[in-house]
């Protein structure tokens, strides 16, 4: 295994109910660092360039919508295999198919208000963290 890093975002859902805390309280149980973490606000053409991807999927306009409706806090995660253990600790898209002790079930509110993003691979991890992140803000 080697150390990776990972893009998380805590989404508006989250920090508009106070969970900022609970949600790095999942994340430090696993062993994860977060080694930067910032709150901002997202503006329209910059949720549109991040969710670019899912551009042709029926829920982009309400995402890129749901996403700048609220401050948002981005964080990098470092640690071994990063990547997928904050995959398995954020649970499934649909919260209510996500696993008891994860974050998506134990705090989130719906497939779309789902409380939080993580990179799905290494390559997107490097992109959405160079998005988000200038290499002096990250201290690893
Ligand atoms: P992921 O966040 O688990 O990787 P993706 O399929 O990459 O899931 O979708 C990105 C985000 O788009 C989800 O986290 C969620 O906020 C939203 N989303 C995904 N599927 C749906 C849906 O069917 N309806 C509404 N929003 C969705
Ligand atoms: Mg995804």
Redesign the pocket.
């Known amino acids: 295994m080697a150390v990776e890093r990972t893009l998380s975002i805590i ?1 508006p859902d989250a920090t508009a109910r106070n969970q900022t805390g609970a949600v790095n309280a999942l994340i430090e149980k696993t062993g994860l660092r977060i080694i930067a973490q910032k709150r901002v606000r997202w503006s329209k053409a910059q949720a549109e360039k991040f ?1 670019e ?2 551009k042709a ?3 982009y306009s ?2 890129v919508g ?2 700048t409706s609220g401050p948002i806090v981005v964080q990098v995660l470092e640690g071994e295999n990063a990547i997928q253990v904050y ?1 398995d600790v ?1 649970g ?3 919260p209510a198919k996500a696993a008891p002790g994860t974050i ?1 079930r134990e705090l989130a509110e ?5 409380s ?3 990179s ?1 691979s290494a390559a997107n991890a490097a992109i959405e963290i160079a998005l988000n992140f200038k290499p002096e803000e990250i201290v690893g």
Request: zero cysteines; aromatic letters at 12%; charged letters at 35%.
């Open positions: 989404k969710y991807v899912h999927r029926p829920f309400d995402l749901f996403m995959r954020m499934a898209t649909d998506r719906s497939i779309e208000r789902n939080v993003h993580g799905d």
